[in-house]
Protein backbone atom coordinates (compact mmCIF):
# COMPACT_ATOMS: atom_id res chain seq x y z
CA UNK A 1 0.00 0.00 0.00
CA UNK A 2 1.67 3.40 -1.02
CA UNK A 3 2.38 5.66 1.31
CA UNK A 4 0.15 9.32 1.69
CA UNK A 5 1.92 12.55 1.19
CA UNK A 6 0.99 13.20 4.85
CA UNK A 7 2.87 9.88 6.01
CA UNK A 8 6.09 10.82 3.56
CA UNK A 9 6.21 14.42 5.33
CA UNK A 10 6.18 13.04 8.85
CA UNK A 11 8.86 10.78 8.10
CA UNK A 12 11.04 13.72 7.05
CA UNK A 13 10.48 15.29 10.12
CA UNK A 14 12.60 12.77 12.44
CA UNK A 15 15.78 13.91 13.51
CA UNK A 16 18.96 13.06 16.06
CA UNK A 17 20.28 16.03 18.85
CA UNK A 18 23.78 15.73 19.86
CA UNK A 19 24.89 18.38 22.51
CA UNK A 20 27.13 18.37 26.10
CA UNK A 21 27.85 20.58 28.72
CA UNK A 22 30.34 20.64 31.16
CA UNK A 23 29.20 22.83 34.02
CA UNK A 24 29.07 21.94 37.74
CA UNK A 25 25.89 20.54 38.28
CA UNK A 26 24.56 21.95 41.42
CA UNK A 27 21.28 19.70 41.72
CA UNK A 28 21.76 16.63 39.84
CA UNK A 29 18.82 14.33 41.41
CA UNK A 30 16.64 17.69 39.82
CA UNK A 31 18.11 17.57 36.48
CA UNK A 32 17.84 13.88 36.64
CA UNK A 33 14.08 14.65 36.99
CA UNK A 34 13.79 16.97 34.40
CA UNK A 35 14.92 14.69 31.62
CA UNK A 36 13.04 11.49 32.78
CA UNK A 37 10.01 13.93 32.57
CA UNK A 38 11.15 16.05 29.61
CA UNK A 39 12.23 13.30 27.38
CA UNK A 40 9.64 10.91 27.79
CA UNK A 41 6.63 13.40 27.86
CA UNK A 42 8.31 13.85 24.18
CA UNK A 43 8.66 10.57 23.58
CA UNK A 44 12.71 11.04 22.59
CA UNK A 45 15.18 7.48 22.68
CA UNK A 46 18.61 7.43 22.72
CA UNK A 47 21.45 8.43 25.71
CA UNK A 48 20.98 10.69 28.16
CA UNK A 49 24.42 10.94 30.42
CA UNK A 50 24.65 12.94 34.09
CA UNK A 51 27.14 14.36 36.41
CA UNK A 52 28.05 16.16 38.99
CA UNK A 53 30.54 18.25 35.99
CA UNK A 54 27.80 18.45 33.25
CA UNK A 55 25.46 16.20 30.57
CA UNK A 56 26.47 14.58 27.09
CA UNK A 57 22.81 13.64 25.22
CA UNK A 58 22.20 11.98 22.10
CA UNK A 59 18.76 11.03 21.39
CA UNK A 60 16.31 10.73 18.26
CA UNK A 61 12.76 11.85 18.05
CA UNK A 62 10.49 14.59 15.80
CA UNK A 63 11.87 17.66 14.43
CA UNK A 64 9.45 19.65 16.29
CA UNK A 65 9.47 17.89 19.67
CA UNK A 66 13.63 18.28 19.46
CA UNK A 67 12.98 21.76 19.30
CA UNK A 68 10.90 21.90 22.34
CA UNK A 69 13.17 19.75 24.11
CA UNK A 70 15.65 22.33 22.92
CA UNK A 71 13.96 25.69 23.87
CA UNK A 72 13.28 23.90 27.69
CA UNK A 73 16.65 23.06 28.26
CA UNK A 74 17.97 26.68 26.91
CA UNK A 75 15.70 27.83 29.65
CA UNK A 76 18.24 26.57 32.13
CA UNK A 77 20.84 28.84 32.62
CA UNK A 78 23.39 26.44 33.09
CA UNK A 79 23.33 25.12 29.79
CA UNK A 80 23.64 29.16 28.04
CA UNK A 81 26.14 28.64 25.20
CA UNK A 82 25.66 24.95 24.22
CA UNK A 83 26.20 24.23 21.03
CA UNK A 84 22.96 21.98 20.07
CA UNK A 85 23.25 19.94 17.05
CA UNK A 86 20.11 19.18 15.35
CA UNK A 87 19.95 16.99 12.04
CA UNK A 88 17.16 15.97 9.90
CA UNK A 89 17.38 11.79 8.85
CA UNK A 90 15.48 8.58 8.53
CA UNK A 91 13.55 7.00 11.23
CA UNK A 92 15.73 3.61 12.46
CA UNK A 93 15.23 1.09 9.67
CA UNK A 94 17.47 -1.50 11.06
CA UNK A 95 16.19 -2.94 14.41
CA UNK A 96 19.82 -4.39 15.03
CA UNK A 97 21.07 -0.91 14.67
CA UNK A 98 18.97 0.79 16.28
CA UNK A 99 19.03 -1.35 19.55
CA UNK A 100 23.08 -1.55 19.84
CA UNK A 101 23.13 2.62 19.50
CA UNK A 102 20.57 2.52 22.44
CA UNK A 103 17.57 4.20 19.76
CA UNK A 104 15.09 1.92 21.25
CA UNK A 105 14.66 3.16 24.84
CA UNK A 106 15.57 5.95 26.33
CA UNK A 107 18.24 5.63 29.08
CA UNK A 108 19.18 8.03 31.52
CA UNK A 109 22.04 7.69 33.89
CA UNK A 110 24.41 9.30 36.39
CA UNK A 111 27.65 8.89 35.83
CA UNK A 112 31.21 9.50 37.33
CA UNK A 113 32.49 10.90 34.12
CA UNK A 114 30.98 11.76 31.04
CA UNK A 115 33.38 10.68 28.88
CA UNK A 116 36.30 8.29 30.35
CA UNK A 117 39.72 9.25 29.23
CA UNK A 118 41.89 6.14 31.31
CA UNK A 119 40.64 2.60 32.62
CA UNK A 120 42.85 3.90 35.65
CA UNK A 121 43.21 6.73 38.28
CA UNK A 122 45.61 9.11 36.53
CA UNK A 123 48.29 10.59 38.15
CA UNK A 124 47.13 14.07 37.45
CA UNK A 125 43.26 14.16 36.34
CA UNK A 126 42.79 17.69 34.03
CA UNK A 127 41.03 20.31 35.00
CA UNK A 128 38.27 20.91 32.34
CA UNK A 129 38.92 24.58 32.83
CA UNK A 130 42.25 23.98 30.74
CA UNK A 131 40.97 22.40 27.68
CA UNK A 132 42.44 23.45 24.60
CA UNK A 133 41.60 26.90 22.65
CA UNK A 134 37.96 26.26 20.56
CA UNK A 135 38.45 26.82 16.95
CA UNK A 136 35.33 27.25 14.29
CA UNK A 137 35.46 24.91 11.29
CA UNK A 138 36.30 27.98 9.13
CA UNK A 139 39.49 28.93 11.81
CA UNK A 140 40.26 24.86 11.53
CA UNK A 141 40.04 24.60 7.54
CA UNK A 142 42.73 27.88 7.23
CA UNK A 143 44.37 26.59 9.84
CA UNK A 144 44.90 23.51 8.04
CA UNK A 145 45.06 25.73 4.73
CA UNK A 146 48.01 27.72 5.90
CA UNK A 147 50.30 24.80 7.49
CA UNK A 148 50.01 26.51 10.90
CA UNK A 149 50.32 30.21 10.24
CA UNK A 150 46.74 31.06 11.72
CA UNK A 151 48.02 29.19 15.50
CA UNK A 152 51.54 30.69 15.12
CA UNK A 153 50.30 34.25 15.05
CA UNK A 154 47.88 33.47 18.12
CA UNK A 155 50.65 31.58 20.17
CA UNK A 156 52.96 33.86 22.01
CA UNK A 157 55.24 30.51 22.31
CA UNK A 158 55.72 30.45 18.43
CA UNK A 159 55.81 26.69 18.12
CA UNK A 160 57.90 25.05 15.32
CA UNK A 161 54.94 23.58 13.27
CA UNK A 162 51.18 22.32 13.50
CA UNK A 163 50.51 18.22 14.36
CA UNK A 164 46.88 17.14 13.70
CA UNK A 165 45.43 15.13 15.95
CA UNK A 166 42.62 12.45 15.91
CA UNK A 167 40.98 11.63 19.29
CA UNK A 168 38.50 9.19 18.02
CA UNK A 169 38.65 5.27 18.00
CA UNK A 170 39.81 3.26 15.18
CA UNK A 171 37.03 1.98 14.01
CA UNK A 172 35.89 5.41 13.38
CA UNK A 173 39.24 6.90 11.99
CA UNK A 174 39.08 3.83 9.76
CA UNK A 175 36.38 5.13 7.11
CA UNK A 176 36.94 8.97 7.80
CA UNK A 177 39.76 11.44 8.88
CA UNK A 178 41.34 14.71 8.18
CA UNK A 179 44.14 14.87 5.73
CA UNK A 180 45.69 18.24 5.08
CA UNK A 181 49.09 18.99 2.97
CA UNK A 182 51.93 19.72 4.53
CA UNK A 183 50.71 18.73 7.87
CA UNK A 184 51.83 15.97 9.99
CA UNK A 185 48.50 13.84 10.95
CA UNK A 186 48.12 11.21 14.09
CA UNK A 187 46.19 8.47 14.28
CA UNK A 188 46.92 6.34 17.61
CA UNK A 189 44.83 3.73 16.13
CA UNK A 190 43.15 2.85 19.55
CA UNK A 191 40.81 0.38 20.65
CA UNK A 192 38.49 2.55 22.91
CA UNK A 193 38.67 6.47 24.09
CA UNK A 194 40.17 5.16 27.51
CA UNK A 195 43.30 4.36 25.87
CA UNK A 196 44.05 7.49 24.74
CA UNK A 197 45.94 8.84 27.85
CA UNK A 198 48.51 6.26 27.83
CA UNK A 199 48.51 6.74 23.84
CA UNK A 200 49.47 10.47 24.53
CA UNK A 201 51.87 9.61 27.43
CA UNK A 202 54.13 7.44 25.14
CA UNK A 203 53.98 9.70 22.33
CA UNK A 204 54.68 13.08 24.02
CA UNK A 205 57.92 13.97 22.22
CA UNK A 206 55.60 13.83 19.08
CA UNK A 207 53.07 16.90 20.59
CA UNK A 208 55.71 18.83 22.75
CA UNK A 209 57.14 22.45 21.19
CA UNK A 210 53.75 21.79 18.70
CA UNK A 211 50.92 23.55 18.30
CA UNK A 212 48.16 20.56 18.06
CA UNK A 213 45.13 20.90 16.18
CA UNK A 214 42.44 18.19 17.75
CA UNK A 215 38.95 16.64 16.58
CA UNK A 216 36.86 14.24 17.20
CA UNK A 217 32.96 13.63 16.25
CA UNK A 218 31.34 16.61 18.05
CA UNK A 219 33.56 17.87 20.24
CA UNK A 220 32.99 16.51 23.83
CA UNK A 221 35.94 14.00 23.73
CA UNK A 222 38.84 16.77 22.82
CA UNK A 223 37.29 18.43 25.64
CA UNK A 224 39.27 16.11 28.17
CA UNK A 225 41.75 14.62 25.70
CA UNK A 226 43.46 18.55 25.23
CA UNK A 227 43.29 19.30 28.84
CA UNK A 228 44.81 16.02 29.49
CA UNK A 229 47.49 16.88 26.90
CA UNK A 230 47.94 21.00 28.38
CA UNK A 231 48.31 19.60 31.67
CA UNK A 232 51.73 18.28 31.00
CA UNK A 233 53.21 21.79 31.38
CA UNK A 234 55.49 23.38 29.39
CA UNK A 235 55.92 22.81 25.56
CA UNK A 236 52.28 21.37 25.59
CA UNK A 237 50.66 24.96 25.68
CA UNK A 238 49.72 25.48 22.25
CA UNK A 239 46.54 22.89 22.25
CA UNK A 240 43.66 24.11 20.10
CA UNK A 241 40.32 22.06 18.84
CA UNK A 242 37.63 22.08 16.30
CA UNK A 243 34.63 23.43 17.95
CA UNK A 244 31.53 21.37 16.79
CA UNK A 245 33.67 18.54 15.95
CA UNK A 246 33.56 16.96 12.51
CA UNK A 247 29.99 17.13 12.25
CA UNK A 248 30.25 21.59 12.33
CA UNK A 249 33.12 21.33 10.20
CA UNK A 250 31.09 19.22 7.19
CA UNK A 251 28.21 21.53 7.92
CA UNK A 252 30.44 24.44 7.06
CA UNK A 253 31.93 22.36 3.94
CA UNK A 254 29.25 19.79 2.77
CA UNK A 255 32.00 19.17 0.04
CA UNK A 256 34.21 17.47 2.73
CA UNK A 257 36.73 19.89 2.88
CA UNK A 258 39.68 18.26 3.99
CA UNK A 259 37.67 15.38 5.51
CA UNK A 260 37.77 12.37 3.47
CA UNK A 261 35.47 9.79 3.65
CA UNK A 262 32.83 9.42 6.61
CA UNK A 263 31.78 10.26 9.96
CA UNK A 264 31.52 7.64 12.24
CA UNK A 265 28.54 8.96 14.83
CA UNK A 266 26.93 7.45 17.96
CA UNK A 267 23.70 6.53 16.66
CA UNK A 268 21.22 4.61 13.99
CA UNK A 269 22.61 6.65 11.07
CA UNK A 270 25.91 4.90 11.78
CA UNK A 271 28.03 7.73 9.73
CA UNK A 272 27.35 10.60 7.93
CA UNK A 273 28.90 11.75 4.14
CA UNK A 274 30.20 14.54 2.63
CA UNK A 275 29.30 15.37 -0.83
CA UNK A 276 32.11 13.89 -1.62
CA UNK A 277 31.59 10.15 -1.97
CA UNK A 278 35.11 8.27 -2.33
CA UNK A 279 35.16 5.68 0.20
CA UNK A 280 38.52 5.60 1.97
CA UNK A 281 38.48 2.06 3.94
CA UNK A 282 38.48 -1.85 3.12
CA UNK A 283 36.99 -4.72 3.93
CA UNK A 284 38.46 -6.40 6.05
CA UNK A 285 39.01 -9.75 4.63
CA UNK A 286 39.71 -9.63 0.76
CA UNK A 287 40.55 -5.48 0.72
CA UNK A 288 38.13 -4.48 -1.67
CA UNK A 289 36.89 0.09 -1.06
CA UNK A 290 33.89 -0.50 1.87
CA UNK A 291 32.73 1.40 4.52
CA UNK A 292 29.41 -0.08 5.69
CA UNK A 293 29.17 -0.40 9.57
CA UNK A 294 25.11 -1.92 9.37
CA UNK A 295 26.19 -5.47 9.41
CA UNK A 296 27.78 -4.98 12.96
CA UNK A 297 30.33 -7.28 12.59
CA UNK A 298 32.70 -7.41 15.33
CA UNK A 299 35.91 -8.58 16.32
CA UNK A 300 35.63 -11.68 18.00
CA UNK A 301 38.43 -10.79 21.24
CA UNK A 302 37.82 -7.79 21.59
CA UNK A 303 34.64 -6.99 20.16
CA UNK A 304 35.60 -4.00 18.17
CA UNK A 305 33.54 -3.29 14.98
CA UNK A 306 35.16 -4.54 11.54
CA UNK A 307 34.19 -4.07 8.50
CA UNK A 308 33.48 -7.28 5.96
CA UNK A 309 31.89 -6.49 2.59
CA UNK A 310 28.96 -8.51 1.64
CA UNK A 311 30.66 -10.93 -0.11
CA UNK A 312 33.28 -11.68 2.22
CA UNK A 313 30.51 -12.41 5.13
CA UNK A 314 29.58 -15.92 6.10
CA UNK A 315 26.59 -16.78 8.76
CA UNK A 316 28.75 -17.31 11.94
CA UNK A 317 31.77 -16.30 10.77
CA UNK A 318 34.15 -15.06 13.50
CA UNK A 319 36.53 -11.75 12.39
CA UNK A 320 40.22 -11.08 14.11
CA UNK A 321 40.50 -6.87 13.73
CA UNK A 322 43.55 -5.20 12.92
CA UNK A 323 44.84 -4.61 16.05
CA UNK A 324 44.01 -7.93 17.84
CA UNK A 325 46.41 -9.67 14.91
CA UNK A 326 49.15 -7.10 15.75
CA UNK A 327 49.41 -8.43 18.69
CA UNK A 328 48.94 -12.31 18.10
CA UNK A 329 45.08 -12.73 18.38
CA UNK A 330 44.72 -14.65 14.81
CA UNK A 331 43.33 -17.87 14.57
CA UNK A 332 46.28 -20.49 15.39
CA UNK A 333 49.33 -20.08 13.34
CA UNK A 334 47.10 -19.62 10.10
CA UNK A 335 46.54 -16.32 8.31
CA UNK A 336 42.79 -14.91 8.77
CA UNK A 337 43.39 -14.78 4.97
CA UNK A 338 45.14 -17.22 2.48
CA UNK A 339 44.27 -17.53 -0.99
CA UNK A 340 41.19 -15.33 -0.88
CA UNK A 341 39.67 -17.87 1.48
CA UNK A 342 38.48 -16.67 4.83
CA UNK A 343 40.01 -19.33 7.98
CA UNK A 344 37.30 -19.01 10.51
CA UNK A 345 35.92 -21.49 13.11
CA UNK A 346 31.95 -20.96 13.97
CA UNK A 347 30.78 -19.64 16.90
CA UNK A 348 28.89 -22.66 18.12
CA UNK A 349 32.53 -24.62 17.72
CA UNK A 350 33.54 -22.24 20.62
CA UNK A 351 30.71 -22.43 22.77
CA UNK A 352 31.08 -26.12 22.75
CA UNK A 353 34.43 -25.16 24.48
CA UNK A 354 33.28 -22.30 26.96
CA UNK A 355 30.17 -21.81 28.48
CA UNK A 356 30.61 -18.58 30.44
CA UNK A 357 29.53 -16.14 27.28
CA UNK A 358 30.96 -12.96 28.43
CA UNK A 359 34.35 -14.94 28.23
CA UNK A 360 33.23 -16.17 25.01
CA UNK A 361 33.94 -12.43 23.82
CA UNK A 362 37.59 -12.12 25.39
CA UNK A 363 39.51 -15.04 25.26
CA UNK A 364 41.83 -15.73 21.85
CA UNK A 365 41.29 -19.51 20.11
CA UNK A 366 43.02 -21.27 18.15
CA UNK A 367 41.64 -23.09 15.21
CA UNK A 368 41.27 -26.85 16.80
CA UNK A 369 39.71 -25.07 20.36
CA UNK A 370 42.83 -24.99 21.92
CA UNK A 371 43.63 -22.29 23.89
CA UNK A 372 46.34 -19.85 23.12
CA UNK A 373 49.08 -18.81 25.36
CA UNK A 374 47.31 -17.53 28.68
CA UNK A 375 48.84 -14.46 30.51
CA UNK A 376 50.94 -16.36 32.65
CA UNK A 377 51.84 -15.03 36.32
CA UNK A 378 54.48 -15.89 39.06
CA UNK A 379 53.30 -16.74 42.35
CA UNK A 380 54.93 -16.20 45.91
CA UNK A 381 53.50 -17.22 48.84
CA UNK A 382 53.55 -15.89 52.39
CA UNK A 383 55.57 -16.35 55.55
CA UNK A 384 55.63 -20.11 56.70
CA UNK A 385 53.85 -21.30 53.87
CA UNK A 386 54.60 -23.17 50.78
CA UNK A 387 53.76 -23.62 47.23
CA UNK A 388 51.47 -26.54 47.37
CA UNK A 389 49.51 -24.75 50.17
CA UNK A 390 49.23 -21.67 48.44
CA UNK A 391 47.93 -23.53 45.69
CA UNK A 392 45.67 -24.43 47.54
CA UNK A 393 44.45 -21.24 49.15
CA UNK A 394 44.45 -19.67 46.14
CA UNK A 395 42.33 -22.41 44.01
CA UNK A 396 39.13 -21.12 43.77
CA UNK A 397 41.01 -17.80 42.08
CA UNK A 398 42.71 -20.10 39.60
CA UNK A 399 40.02 -21.53 38.91
CA UNK A 400 37.64 -18.52 38.47
CA UNK A 401 40.38 -17.20 36.02
CA UNK A 402 41.54 -20.64 34.37
CA UNK A 403 40.77 -19.79 30.53
CA UNK A 404 43.06 -16.89 30.31
CA UNK A 405 45.48 -17.08 33.15
CA UNK A 406 48.20 -19.51 34.61
CA UNK A 407 49.15 -19.10 38.11
CA UNK A 408 52.52 -21.04 38.87
CA UNK A 409 53.83 -21.64 42.25
CA UNK A 410 57.24 -22.12 43.49
CA UNK A 411 58.69 -22.72 46.94
CA UNK A 412 60.77 -19.71 48.59
CA UNK A 413 64.86 -20.26 49.31
CA UNK A 414 64.94 -20.19 52.85
CA UNK A 415 63.39 -23.11 54.38
CA UNK A 416 62.15 -22.23 57.72
CA UNK A 417 62.72 -24.41 60.99
CA UNK A 418 59.42 -26.07 62.57
CA UNK A 419 57.24 -24.20 65.15
CA UNK A 420 54.75 -25.51 67.69
CA UNK A 421 52.60 -24.18 70.44
CA UNK A 422 53.57 -25.93 73.52
CA UNK A 423 50.26 -27.53 75.29
CA UNK A 424 50.60 -28.03 79.12
CA UNK A 425 48.07 -30.42 81.13
CA UNK A 426 47.62 -31.23 84.87
CA UNK A 427 49.39 -33.77 86.31
CA UNK A 428 47.21 -35.70 89.45
CA UNK A 429 50.13 -37.72 90.38
CA UNK A 430 51.36 -37.92 94.08
CA UNK A 431 52.65 -34.14 94.43
CA UNK A 432 50.30 -32.39 96.65
CA UNK A 433 50.01 -29.50 94.43
CA UNK A 434 49.31 -29.98 90.42
CA UNK A 435 52.23 -29.82 88.30
CA UNK A 436 52.16 -28.94 84.52
CA UNK A 437 53.93 -31.28 81.87
CA UNK A 438 55.01 -29.35 78.44
CA UNK A 439 53.55 -32.12 75.44
CA UNK A 440 56.39 -33.07 72.95
CA UNK A 441 56.48 -31.91 69.24
CA UNK A 442 54.52 -33.68 66.56
CA UNK A 443 56.79 -35.98 64.62
CA UNK A 444 59.04 -34.33 61.74
CA UNK A 445 57.65 -36.57 58.90
CA UNK A 446 54.04 -35.58 59.43
CA UNK A 447 54.76 -31.83 58.67
CA UNK A 448 54.85 -29.88 55.19
CA UNK A 449 58.38 -28.08 55.02
CA UNK A 450 57.33 -24.27 55.22
CA UNK A 451 59.59 -21.36 53.56
CA UNK A 452 59.83 -17.46 53.35
CA UNK A 453 61.15 -15.05 51.46
CA UNK A 454 62.92 -12.79 54.21
CA UNK A 455 63.93 -14.21 57.62
CA UNK A 456 64.49 -12.72 60.89
CA UNK A 457 68.50 -11.50 60.96
CA UNK A 458 69.58 -13.59 63.60
CA UNK A 459 68.12 -16.84 61.38
CA UNK A 460 70.44 -19.70 60.65
CA UNK A 461 68.58 -22.30 58.64
CA UNK A 462 67.82 -25.37 59.98
CA UNK A 463 67.50 -29.34 60.13
CA UNK A 464 65.51 -31.88 60.36
CA UNK A 465 65.20 -32.19 63.66
CA UNK A 466 65.18 -28.59 64.80
CA UNK A 467 61.95 -27.55 66.19
CA UNK A 468 61.13 -23.92 67.60
CA UNK A 469 58.47 -23.07 70.33
CA UNK A 470 56.25 -20.18 69.23
CA UNK A 471 57.23 -16.93 71.79
CA UNK A 472 53.46 -16.63 71.88
CA UNK A 473 50.46 -17.63 70.36
CA UNK A 474 50.73 -15.55 67.52
CA UNK A 475 52.11 -11.59 66.76
CA UNK A 476 50.67 -9.84 64.77
CA UNK A 477 53.70 -7.51 64.13
CA UNK A 478 55.99 -10.53 63.85
CA UNK A 479 56.81 -9.43 59.88
CA UNK A 480 58.54 -6.15 61.07
CA UNK A 481 61.47 -8.85 62.07
CA UNK A 482 62.03 -10.40 59.25
CA UNK A 483 64.39 -8.09 57.11
CA UNK A 484 67.25 -10.39 56.37
CA UNK A 485 67.45 -12.76 52.90
CA UNK A 486 66.40 -10.39 50.32
CA UNK A 487 69.40 -10.82 47.94
CA UNK A 488 69.33 -14.71 48.28
CA UNK A 489 65.58 -14.70 47.49
CA UNK A 490 66.43 -12.36 44.32
CA UNK A 491 69.37 -14.67 43.27
CA UNK A 492 66.97 -17.53 43.25
CA UNK A 493 63.64 -16.07 41.43
CA UNK A 494 66.67 -14.42 38.70
CA UNK A 495 66.66 -18.74 38.08
CA UNK A 496 63.24 -19.00 38.38
CA UNK A 497 62.56 -16.40 35.55
CA UNK A 498 65.33 -17.65 33.09
CA UNK A 499 64.31 -21.40 33.93
CA UNK A 500 60.41 -20.95 34.45
CA UNK A 501 59.73 -17.88 32.58
CA UNK A 502 58.63 -15.53 30.76
CA UNK A 503 56.34 -14.11 32.86
CA UNK A 504 53.48 -11.55 32.17
CA UNK A 505 52.79 -10.35 36.28
CA UNK A 506 53.51 -11.64 39.72
CA UNK A 507 51.37 -12.29 42.34
CA UNK A 508 52.55 -12.07 45.83
CA UNK A 509 50.43 -12.53 49.12
CA UNK A 510 51.72 -10.88 52.60
CA UNK A 511 55.44 -11.65 52.78
CA UNK A 512 55.22 -12.43 49.04
CA UNK A 513 53.40 -9.15 48.29
CA UNK A 514 56.33 -7.54 49.99
CA UNK A 515 59.04 -9.30 48.05
CA UNK A 516 57.40 -8.93 44.84
CA UNK A 517 56.94 -5.17 45.66
CA UNK A 518 60.72 -4.85 46.27
CA UNK A 519 60.86 -7.14 42.92
CA UNK A 520 58.98 -4.17 40.68
CA UNK A 521 61.41 -1.55 42.16
CA UNK A 522 64.65 -3.31 41.42
CA UNK A 523 62.90 -4.17 37.71
CA UNK A 524 63.13 -0.17 37.09
CA UNK A 525 66.70 -0.20 38.61
CA UNK A 526 68.95 -2.81 38.19
CA UNK A 527 66.93 -5.79 37.30
CA UNK A 528 66.23 -3.91 34.16
CA UNK A 529 66.07 -6.47 31.49
CA UNK A 530 66.66 -9.50 33.82
CA UNK A 531 62.81 -10.10 35.24
CA UNK A 532 60.86 -8.10 32.59
CA UNK A 533 56.81 -8.52 33.57
CA UNK A 534 54.07 -6.30 32.87
CA UNK A 535 52.22 -5.76 36.27
CA UNK A 536 52.21 -6.72 39.35
CA UNK A 537 49.62 -7.61 41.85
CA UNK A 538 49.85 -7.12 45.87
CA UNK A 539 47.46 -9.37 48.27
CA UNK A 540 47.84 -8.06 52.02
CA UNK A 541 51.48 -6.83 51.25
CA UNK A 542 53.37 -4.52 53.23
CA UNK A 543 56.39 -2.40 52.21
CA UNK A 544 59.94 -3.48 52.94
CA UNK A 545 62.40 -1.07 54.31
CA UNK A 546 64.93 -0.98 51.10
CA UNK A 547 66.63 0.90 49.37
CA UNK A 548 65.17 0.69 46.23
CA UNK A 549 61.59 1.12 47.79
CA UNK A 550 62.78 4.80 49.27
CA UNK A 551 64.17 6.89 46.40
CA UNK A 552 60.96 7.08 43.79
CA UNK A 553 57.44 6.30 43.36
CA UNK A 554 56.76 3.09 40.96
CA UNK A 555 55.65 3.20 37.65
CA UNK A 556 54.11 0.02 37.40
CA UNK A 557 50.35 -0.79 36.57
CA UNK A 558 50.19 -2.99 40.20
CA UNK A 559 46.78 -4.20 41.50
CA UNK A 560 46.24 -3.68 45.25
CA UNK A 561 43.90 -6.25 47.51
CA UNK A 562 43.70 -5.80 51.10
CA UNK A 563 41.34 -5.61 54.27
CA UNK A 564 39.52 -2.81 54.98
CA UNK A 565 39.91 -1.04 58.55
CA UNK A 566 36.96 -3.39 59.92
CA UNK A 567 38.24 -6.08 57.23
CA UNK A 568 39.38 -8.87 60.27
CA UNK A 569 42.96 -9.31 58.57
CA UNK A 570 44.82 -9.55 61.61
CA UNK A 571 48.27 -10.31 60.47
CA UNK A 572 48.65 -7.41 58.24
CA UNK A 573 46.94 -3.44 59.25
CA UNK A 574 45.09 -1.98 56.94
CA UNK A 575 47.17 0.60 56.92
CA UNK A 576 50.48 -1.53 55.96
CA UNK A 577 48.77 -2.07 53.08
CA UNK A 578 47.83 1.24 52.56
CA UNK A 579 51.67 2.44 52.86
CA UNK A 580 52.74 0.09 50.15
CA UNK A 581 50.38 1.60 48.07
CA UNK A 582 51.44 4.95 48.67
CA UNK A 583 54.90 4.00 46.89
CA UNK A 584 53.28 3.37 43.41
CA UNK A 585 52.10 5.90 41.22
CA UNK A 586 48.41 7.17 41.23
CA UNK A 587 48.03 6.82 37.15
CA UNK A 588 49.09 3.00 37.06
CA UNK A 589 47.41 1.52 40.36
CA UNK A 590 44.02 0.01 41.26
CA UNK A 591 43.08 -0.51 45.25
CA UNK A 592 40.63 -3.18 45.88
CA UNK A 593 39.89 -2.89 50.05
CA UNK A 594 37.31 -5.77 51.12
CA UNK A 595 36.07 -7.74 54.57
CA UNK A 596 37.32 -10.95 54.41
CA UNK A 597 40.33 -11.03 56.07
CA UNK A 598 43.83 -12.34 55.13
CA UNK A 599 43.02 -14.06 52.05
CA UNK A 600 42.40 -13.41 48.24
CA UNK A 601 38.73 -12.62 48.34
CA UNK A 602 37.05 -14.49 45.04
CA UNK A 603 32.97 -13.74 45.52
CA UNK A 604 31.33 -10.70 43.49
CA UNK A 605 32.08 -8.04 42.93
CA UNK A 606 36.15 -8.47 43.95
CA UNK A 607 36.43 -11.17 41.47
CA UNK A 608 34.96 -8.88 38.31
CA UNK A 609 37.35 -6.40 39.68
CA UNK A 610 40.20 -8.67 38.93
CA UNK A 611 39.23 -9.95 36.00
CA UNK A 612 38.75 -6.35 34.76
CA UNK A 613 42.36 -5.24 36.21
CA UNK A 614 44.30 -9.02 34.33
CA UNK A 615 42.09 -8.34 30.82
CA UNK A 616 44.04 -5.07 30.56
CA UNK A 617 47.39 -7.44 30.00
CA UNK A 618 45.76 -10.03 27.10
Known amino acids: MAKTHAEEQ ?21 LVAFYESNCNSLGLLG ?39 LATCDHPLNDKVAK ?28 ISNAGTHLSAVDFHSALQSAGKLLKKESPADPEGLVLLDARNLYETRIGKFHAPNVETLDPGIRQYSDLSS ?61 KGKNFVFDHRISVGSLDASVISTCLLCGSAFDDYSSRCRCTHCR ?41 VSSEELKTVLSDTELLRQVPWSLDNQPRRKIKILCLHGFRQNASSFKGRTASLAKKLKTFVELVFVDAPHELPYIYQPCFTESHGDCTSPSLERTQPPPSENCKKKYGWLVAPDF ?13 PFDPLQYQQQTDGFEASLAYLKTVFSQEGPFDGILGFSQGAAMAAALVSAQEGRLKGEMDFRFVILCSGFALKLPELECKRINCPSLHIFGS ?22 GCRVIIEHDCGHIIPTRSPYIDEIRNFLQRFL
Request: proline share 3%.
Open 460 to 472: NGRSEADWKIADC
Open 565 to 586: DHGKDRQIANQASRDLTSLFDD
Open 47 to 85: RVRLSPQGVNVTVGGELSLLEKHIAAVMSNILFEGTDFK
Open 100 to 127: ECGFTALSIRVVKDLVTLSSQPLLKSPE
Open 199 to 259: WIDDNSEQLKGKSVLMYCTGGIRCEMASAYIRSKGAGFENVFQLFGGIQRYLEQFPDGGFF
Open 10 to 30: DRQQYGVLLYYKYTEIPDLNG
Open 304 to 344: MLVLVCVSCRKEKSLYVCELCQKHGKGFGSVPLIENGETQA
